[in-house]
């Protein structure tokens, strides 16, 4: 069941999503992520990165909102912290 939250505000340029953005039509949900990926030998005797990997951590306070038109990255919201 979605959640009903306040329409985000850029508290630095006050950007509210009703018309679009300098770069996005919306605001954008940030999160870090700690991602685990295999050191592999190649064929040629150089180490590869292997493409498939595992998450192993989600940053919990690293997430954020990121405003369409100025890009600026601010802390969620009331309401949206429990997301994700
Ligand atoms: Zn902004």
């Not at 630095?12 to 300098?22: K, N, Q, V």
């Not at 940030?30 to 951590?57: M, N, S």
């Not at 997430?63 to 990255?73: A, Q, S, T, V, Y």
């Amino acid at each position: 069941m979605p959640q009903r939250i306040k329409r985000p505000t850029c508290p630095s340029c006050g950007w509210d999503g009703r018309e679009p953005g300098e770069h996005d039509d919306w605001f954008r949900y940030l999160e870090d992520e700690t991602r685990e990926r295999r050191l592999e030998l190649g064929e040629g005797g150089e180490f590869e990165v292997a493409d498939e990997g595992e998450l192993l951590l989600v940053d919990e306070g690293s997430r954020r909102l990121r405003c369409g038109n100025c890009l600026l990255e601010f802390r969620l919201p009331a309401g949206l912290e429990g997301l994700g």
